[in-house]
Nanobody, 128 residues
């Protein structure tokens, strides 16, 4: 069983950057699918970016493509989400999630119901 802890959230001005971290313990993340999700008040949880367990492919929501980058550091057992050119609509609680199973591509990876393990979330607020 893996435990996930997110960090790196905060208050940033529009156009600014943040790097979120998702540190894992209890198991290595090498063979896990990883997803970053976010949930704004009154909205459903949505997928932001994911790494496939099957082939390591990365995927991004259209709303963040070209601005966000997901990466994995196996030595540190940590997954990152680099967020640049932040916009007020990026404001949300960001969660990382993990699943120790083969995925079948983007649609599965962007479904929050597919994941087995979740962190507690970190707040990102983009405001001037």
């Amino acid at each position: 069983q893996v435990q996930l802890v997110e960090s790196g959230g905060g208050l940033v001005q529009p156009g600014g950057s943040l790097r979120l971290s998702c540190a894992a313990s209890g198991s290595t993340l090498d063979y896990y699918a990883i997803g970053w999700f976010r949930q704004a008040p009154g909205k459903e949880r949505e997928g932001v970016s994911c790494i496939s367990s099957s082939d390591g492919s990365t995927y991004y929501a259209d709303s963040v493509k070209g601005r966000f980058t997901i990466s994995r550091d196996n030595a540190k057992n940590t997954v990152y989400l680099q967020m640049n050119s932040l916009k007020p609509e990026d404001t949300a609680v960001y969660y990382c999630a993990a699943a120790y199973k083969e995925d079948s591509g983007r649609d599965v990876l962007f479904s929050p119901f597919w994941y087995d393990y979740w962190g507690q979330g970190t707040q990102v607020t983009v405001s001037s």
